[in-house]
Structure formats: C-alpha cells, structure tokens
C-alpha cells in the first residue's frame, strides 16, 4: 500500500507566503512525476505544477509566484506558494508517478487526500 499525505494548508492573507509538503509512504521502487493539483469550489480539478527528474512546470495562472521542489530521499514534494491571491483558494492534493517494485512494469498515478487552502482578500 501506498500513502500520500499532504501538510496541513491553512487560512492565508492576499500576499502572504505558505508552503505544502506531501510525503509519500509505503511499498516504494521509484516515484517518476510529483506534482500538485488544485480544485475550488464548482471547479474542475486543475493542474498547478509538476516536476520529473530536474524539469518543472507550472500552470500559468501560478508561474513566477509558486515553486515546486522535490527530495527523492524523503519520497516528499513540496509546494512554496508566495504572493499569494484569494484565487488561489483550493484544496490543493498532491499526486506521485510510482512504480512498488522493480518487477512493476508501470507507473500508476497515488493521490494525496487533499489540504484546504484559503486566501482572504
């Protein structure tokens, strides 16, 4: 079994900074892509970043204010938010490309259960 589980999020003034961590637990060989998603209220879920091996990116509506980061040797992704907007108001979830053992030959796609953050204007 694997587990993701998500830092908690929290309550946030329009310009203030946090950061949101998921660390991934359980039978793990390699985790390929980390990244985070997000889905307010009467919304799509939509993508906001991801990173595999060195290469990141970003959905447009957070670049040049969010950065994505990684430590492979704690199976942990991380999610600075900075400037941040009452737009960004989500529950923000965390999702990891692993393999759980070298005889795996695919990748399957683990969610975290998500983290609430709010953004006051």
């Known amino acids: 079994q694997v587990q993701l589980v998500e830092s908690r999020g929290g309550l946030v003034q329009a310009g203030g900074s946090l950061r949101l961590s998921c660390v991934a637990s359980?039978?793990?060989?390699?985790?390929?892509?980390m990244g985070w998603y997000r889905q307010a209220p009467g919304t799509q879920r939509e993508e906001v970043a991801h990173?595999?091996?060195?290469?990141?990116n970003y959905a447009d509506s957070v670049k040049g204010r969010f950065t994505i980061s990684r430590d492979d040797a704690k199976n942990t992704v991380y999610l600075q938010m900075n400037n941040l907007k009452p737009e960004d108001t989500a529950v923000y979830f965390c999702?990891?490309?692993?393999?759980?053992?070298?005889?795996?030959?695919?990748?399957?796609?683990?969610w975290g259960t998500g983290t609430q953050v709010t953004v006051s204007s």
């Open positions: 999702v990891m490309s692993i393999r759980i053992t070298a005889a795996t030959a695919n990748w399957r796609n683990y």
């Open positions: 990173i595999s091996g060195g290469s990141a």
């Open positions: 359980g039978s793990i060989f390699s985790i390929h892509t």
